[in-house]
């Protein structure tokens, strides 16, 4: 949730699987521009996978922009991994930064 706004998150493959390219979709207000994101490991660290933003589409009509990135998540030790993926969103009119996170889980079938 963005203030009086929401975020929605759309990703290409549920169940998520390992060591396939991901597109993840994210649609929220035009008044908000998406700076940085990442995924990170919450049961084990892994370090910090950074999303690479592609071009944004804006959609006059409702007043809200659609945001595409890929993702890659590779095989891991553990099974039964968990995952936080933040996304740092600017406020443009008042220049805050808010972070939103997407908790999900991935299981290894090896």
């Known amino acids: 949730m963005l203030g009086d706004s929401s975020i929605e998150f759309h990703i290409s ?20 521009v998406a700076r940085r994101g990442w995924l990170e490991g919450t049961n084990m660290f ?11 589409h804006i959609q006059e009509v409702n007043k809200q922009v ?4 890929e993702l890659f998540i590779g095989a891991c030790s553990e ?9 740092e969103l600017e406020d443009l009119q008042s220049g ?12 290894s079938t090896q």
């Open 46 to 56: 892994m370090g910090k996978t950074p999303l690479v933003f592609k071009e944004n």
């Open 96 to 107: 805050q930064l808010q972070t939103v996170y997407v908790f999900f889980q991935t299981q």
């Open 13 to 32: 493959e549920y169940p998520v699987l390992l060591e396939e390219m991901l597109n993840i979709t994210l649609t929220y207000d035009i008044q908000y």
């Open 66 to 69: 659609t945001q595409e990135t």
């Open 79 to 87: 099974p039964n991994m968990r995952w936080k993926l933040s996304i």
